[in-house]
């Protein structure tokens, strides 16, 4: 449990997210986040799921079961970041990894 908090807190501090933006977008306690990053509490598959699509990663990525990761850069032009700018990131994500596996399964 404590690889996936460390992953997690590593792919938050690559987009420079405090861990007060990131659990006001996950919707939880800052405190949650944290015991998440330390590796003292479980994170819930819809924690996953939203951590995921705003990383741009694969949960298998996210619980270190695979080290493949294609990461997504974004550039801000703010120096603060809204909830509603990270569900645009996640959901920009999803549409990549979408078309990702798409464009792998036609290659098929």
Do not use: H
């Not at 997210?17 to 996950?26: E, F, G, W």
């Not at 819809?46 to 997504?72: A, P, V």
Request: glycine share 4%; net charge negative; with cysteine.
């Amino acid at each position: 449990m404590k690889n996936v908090g460390a992953r997690m807190e590593t792919l938050r501090e690559n987009m420079n997210l405090t861990p007060q933006a990131l659990s006001s977008y996950l919707d939880i306690p800052t405190e949650d986040l944290l015991d998440m990053e330390n590796g003292n509490k479980n994170i819930t598959l819809s924690i996953l799921n939203k951590l995921c699509s705003l990383f741009g990663c694969s949960e298998s990525y996210l619980l270190c079961r695979s080290e493949e990761f294609d990461y997504t850069k974004f550039a801000f032009r703010s120096s603060s970041i809204e909830v509603a700018d990270l569900e645009g990131i996640a959901s920009m994500n999803r549409i990549y990894m979408n078309m990702k596996y798409l464009t792998s399964k036609m290659d098929d």
